[in-house]
């Protein structure tokens, strides 16, 4: 399958305005204001103006001037024109054509200029919105005659058709910049630029200290080397192609879309990567592709100053010990630069004689130390350098490593927690962090918020870290009333007490359904929220599926996983807190005879609701979760049979920088991919197995485990076998459930057959990525006949050709 080239948006909660103005086009004599726009010729881009945060969360409401997608609900801007000079009053502001001929944004009420295109021209102009969403300013006279354009000054969004490199005539450098954050899109920390030393190469640098952090690679004549997504081969159709110019002019690099029909985004966001997505229309949503770089904390400085960047955490960045959030709104908008700062003064040394300071040093194990260290050659043990920090009131952290002596003055940046057999060079090591008596004998800092919302990084044990949450719940009961009335108030998880559980079940009275490792009862919060409560039973298997569970849900949201609401850890009684689920799990639907028989359009969204749930853990979370049990009784489906995947106690992660795994065996026979049978380590790709089994369930609305006489032979035919020879003969109805009384869409019977028949290939490189089956149920992309599965003919014991 071939990757798509797509483009990740930032997603704004903006105030989208509604449209008043339906042309391309602003001339002399002519303005722009309120909800008025410009919409481009093909309806794909819109400008005017809108609006960020909102009345309940700042003080002030930011205005902009800015270029969007027209037909994406979620606004997300392209360009904007006034980023570090937002407008706090659009009543009294417009854009219009000056008396000179620049594109110009008027504050009326005190008669300035908040943005021009600050060009020398004549007053003969005339501003057009493009179809590729690039504003041009022109001689009306002559349209060849383009004075200025946005796409010359991009701001963090690289369109198809643009350019990003130098033109070497007048200087001007195209690059993309970052915003501040979500709220203030004044210009942010990184740059996306062709490299200024010549090379044929991106850089992404910190924009005030000029620090590069992560290289495209030299371009070879067709794509970057660091970015393989554009040299990917398959059976899919290419999305884009790529253009590299060096010449005596300029040298830049663009890209084209081959269907202008989609919309994609390329983005430098906030945090400093590159990222991909797409907008799909069916589930309204932009769906990322991929991000560089691949790992969040290779991004310089990311969390800003005293912070220590973990890859293994959702939330990726915290403040060492003895220092707290130094600006929270920020760090809530995705701008962490703001870092964080001291608790408690340090003790400045008063007799350097004998270094007399009480100031103690805190070890911070297993990290990729700061930049800008000093090294001192005197000092040649861990003791002397200990002593050259204290020594001096800038120090605030040392190192000892390898024998040599590193001090640091001021702000420590950078630091990476590391697995401690990943340090192997002077990168790497114990960081001893300064910090005054007093600090270095409190407590660790309490976690902020009025919730307890948590995110238990798989590179840390899961008891400690619920054993940390017990004691920050405990020491907050008496500032938060925690109960189950505020449950459904924060965004995190909560840790529930065992006798609200029992009160809320009414002593676990009415059972849901039982799995191996434990019952789920049907609950009521004290708001009326009915929940689904997991009891897990044996102390072994319960703990392993606890901690699986709380790890892979505890802060991952999406439209189709299941919710953890919260967990219950009292001695050795574990529960979990679900989202209650009223159409039950998805068995129940195919293969019972007294269930609701679901048509052909709610099977095929839950099909493809499934393949979006499994696609966001393997490709969008900071490690990729393996679900390793996907079936339909693990399939949940709520009042409007939106489809959840759920029970992860099965779950696996993998770290990004490894593409297998090796585990014992786990998941339900007649799902398991050839990969668990012989024992080597898996990917992935072991849940798209078992989602192709998944697939042709849901078509035929029988197990695939079922064997009927057919005309084909005088044996039994296994199902999935059968899919692949009928596919070849075009009898796709024959396989579609016969309850359905063939009111089906043949050609998505027929897709949804295809797909699942390459899903359960058996080599793991020939199976699709959830990613790419997606984009094939939505019809993006189009793929050939499967050939039939040699171990799967093998079972069913047949010797046909396919």
């Known amino acids: 399958m071939r990757p798509l080239l797509v483009l990740s948006g930032l997603l704004f909660s903006l105030h989208t305005p509604s449209c008043s103005v339906a042309t391309d086009t602003l001339s002399r004599g002519h303005a722009l204001s309120g909800d008025e726009r410009l919409v481009s010729g093909n309806g794909k881009f819109a400008l005017g103006f809108f609006q960020t945060g909102s009345k309940s969360s700042h003080n002030t409401l930011n205005w902009y001037l800015g270029i969007w997608y ?16 937002p407008l706090t009053d659009p009543t009294s502001s417009e854009l219009t054509i000056s008396n000179g001929g620049n594109l110009v ?49 991009p701001t963090d969004t690289f369109l198809p058709g643009a350019k990003l490199g130098w033109d070497k005539v007048t200087g001007l450098n195209r690059r993309l910049v970052s915003r501040k954050n979500l709220i203030d899109l004044a210009p942010g920390r990184y740059c996306e630029e062709l490299d200024p030393s010549g090379v044929n190469q991106f850089i992404f640098t910190l924009l005030n200290l000029s620090i590069p952090y992560w290289f495209s690679g030299v371009w070879n004549g067709q794509y970057f080397p660091s970015v393989p997504e554009m040299s990917a081969q398959g059976s899919g159709p290419a999305m884009s192609n790529f253009t590299f110019v060096s010449n005596d002019q300029e040298k830049y690099f663009t890209y084209n879309l081959l269907d202008e029909t989609i919309v994609t985004h390329h983005l430098l966001d906030v945090s400093g990567r590159t990222t991909t997505s797409i907008w799909l229309e069916s589930s309204q949503d932009w769906v990322m592709h991929y991000a560089q770089p691949r790992a969040q904390c290779d991004v310089y400085a990311v969390c800003g100053p005293f912070t ?13 010990k003895g220092f707290s959030i130094g600006s929270p709104e920020d760090w809530e908008l995705e701008d962490r630069t703001g870092g964080c700062i001291r608790n408690t003064p340090l003790d400045c040394v008063s007799n350097k004689s004998t270094g007399s300071s009480t100031d103690k040093f805190y070890s911070i194990p297993c990290v990729r130390l700061p930049h800008n260290a000093h090294h001192i ?46 340090i192997t060079d002077t990168n790497g090591g114990t960081l001893f ?28 044990p899961i008891l400690f870290s619920l054993a940390l949450v017990l004691k920050i719940w405990w020491n907050k009961r008496k500032r938060y009333s925690f109960t189950l009335n505020n449950a459904q108030g924060g965004s995190g998880i909560v840790a529930f007490r065992y006798t609200d559980l029992q009160h809320a079940t009414k002593n676990f009275s009415e059972k849901l359904g039982e799995g191996g490792f434990g019952s789920i009862f049907k609950g009521f919060l004290r708001d009326s929220t009915t929940v689904a409560v997991k009891r897990l039973d044996g102390v072994h298997q319960g703990e392993k599926q606890f901690r699986a569970e709380v790890s892979s849900l505890g802060l991952i949201q999406h439209i189709n996983l299941i919710k953890l609401i919260g967990f219950c850890c009292s001695s050795d009684r574990k529960l979990l807190v679900y989202e209650y689920m009223p159409n039950r799990s ?51 489906l709520d009042e409007s049979f939106i489809p959840k995947i759920a029970d992860f106690g099965m779950a696996k992660f993998l770290g990004r920088d490894f593409s297998r795994a090796l585990t014992t065996m786990r998941g339900t026979i007649g799902y398991l991919a050839p990969e668990w049978i012989s024992g080597v380590a898996i990917t992935p790709k072991v849940d798209v197995y078992s989602y192709g089994m998944l697939l042709l369930e849901i078509v035929s609305g029988r197990r695939n485990s079922h064997r009927e006489y057919t005309t084909i032979s005088d044996d039994d035919a296994y199902f999935p ?39 359960i290939q058996d080599n793991e490189v020939d199976r699709p990525t959830m990613g790419e089956v997606v984009q094939i149920l939505e019809g993006l992309i189009e793929v050939g006949m499967p050939p039939m599965p040699r171990l799967l003919q093998a079972i069913a014991g047949g010797s046909h050709s396919a």
């Open 433 to 460: 962090l300064r910090l005054s008596e007093k600090e270095e004998q409190s407590q660790e800092n309490s976690v902020r918020g009025t919730m307890i919302a948590i995110s238990l990084g798989v590179s840390f």
């Open 70 to 85: 027209n037909r994406v609900p979620k606004l997300t801007p392209v360009w904007t024109a006034n980023g570090d000079n």
């Open 308 to 320: 220590v960047c973990n890859d293994n955490e959702l939330l990726f960045c915290k403040c060492m």
């Open 586 to 636: 998805l068995d129940i639907h195919l293969f019972s005879g007294d269930a609701e028989v679901l048509n052909w359009n709610t099977r095929y969204q839950i099909a493809l609701g499934v393949a979006r749930g499994l696609a966001y853990l393997h490709e969008s979370c900071r490690d990729c979760i393996i679900h390793c049990d996907v079936k339909p009784q693990n399939i949940l």
């Open 377 to 422: 050659e005197a000092a040649t043990s861990a003791d002397k350098c200990e002593t050259v920090c204290l020594i001096k009131c800038s120090c605030t952290a040392y190192s000892y490593y390898l024998g040599d002596c590193f001090i640091w003055h001021n702000e420590l940046l950078n630091v990476k927690q590391q697995q401690c057999n990943d």
């Open 105 to 153: 944004i008027l504050n009326q009420s005190t008669n300035s200029v908040v943005w021009s295109t600050q060009i020398n021209t004549t007053n003969n102009t005339v501003a057009i919105l493009l179809n590729n969403g690039n504003l041009i300013l022109q001689n009306s006279s002559h349209s060849s005659n383009v004075l200025w354009q946005s796409f010359d000054y």
């Open 721 to 759: 076998v059968q899919v692949a020879r009928k596919l070849l003969v075009g009898d796709v109805g024959s396989l579609v459930d016969h309850k359905l009384h063939g009111d089906v869409n043949i050609k998505e019977a027929e897709r949804a057959c295809k797909v699942a028949c390459w899903c």
